[in-house]
């Protein structure tokens, strides 16, 4: 018998207005469990992978700021012409 995690298709899929709702006035996710919980079991909207994976792949910490994470990619793209 094939067992499921008792919140599978029970959580929605992650849209903007929801990816959005979970941060503060700073830009700091607030609720990365719910970040990962709406991805891991339904996945996201096309227009905001762009946005979430960044976090997922622990590019941008969970709790930076917008300017922080502008800093980031600076750095990062700064990084990647480099070479």
Not at 17 to 35: A, I, P
Not at 37 to 45: L, N, P, T
Not at 67 to 75: G, L, N, P, V
Request: net charge negative.
């Amino acid at each position: 018998m094939l067992e499921l995690h008792p919140e599978e298709g029970q959580v929605p899929k992650l849209t903007e207005e929801v990816f959005r709702s979970l941060f503060n006035e700073c830009g700091q996710l607030e609720d990365d469990l719910t970040l990962r919980k709406y991805v891991f079991f339904s996945g996201m909207d096309r227009n905001i992978r762009k946005e979430v994976w960044p976090f997922l792949l622990h590019v941008y910490p969970y709790q930076s700021t917008y300017d922080e994470r502008i800093q980031i990619a600076e750095i990062r793209k700064q990084v990647s012409c480099a070479y």
